[in-house]
Nanobody
């Protein structure tokens, strides 16, 4: 079975940066569309961004210009680089992978806390 393990969360002051990692195992990483959602306190889960198997990226409007998704297929890893973090970015961040014919697999989530 495909497993996703996230890391890199933590606490940072506003304006700071973090890089989240999501390591996949169990199947061929390069064939997956991968992405990130987040859920802040008292908020609905929202889409953050995604990356295709060819490296094309898509972002929700609120993070455009600040967040960057990348992938390293040799390491079976997708990254979410977050710059210019704001308190509103505080959330649990979840990595996902879309497996053709199998559905969406989720990571366990990693906490990001941004203080003013």
């Amino acid at each position: 079975q495909v497993r996703l393990v996230e890391s890199g969360g933590g606490s940072v002051q506003a304006g700071g940066s973090l890089r989240l990692s999501c390591v996949a195992s169990g199947r061929t990483f390069a064939t997956y569309h991968m992405g990130w959602f987040r859920q802040g306190p008292g908020k609905e889960r929202e889409f953050v961004g995604k990356i295709t198997q060819n490296g094309g990226t898509y972002y929700t409007e609120s993070v455009k210009g600040r967040f960057t998704i990348s992938r390293d297929n040799a390491k079976n890893t997708v990254y979410l680089k977050m710059d210019s973090l704001e308190p509103e970015d505080t959330a649990v961040y979840y990595c996902y992978a879309d497996l053709p014919g199998e559905g969406r697999v989720w990571g366990q989530g990693t906490q990001v806390t941004v203080s003013s």
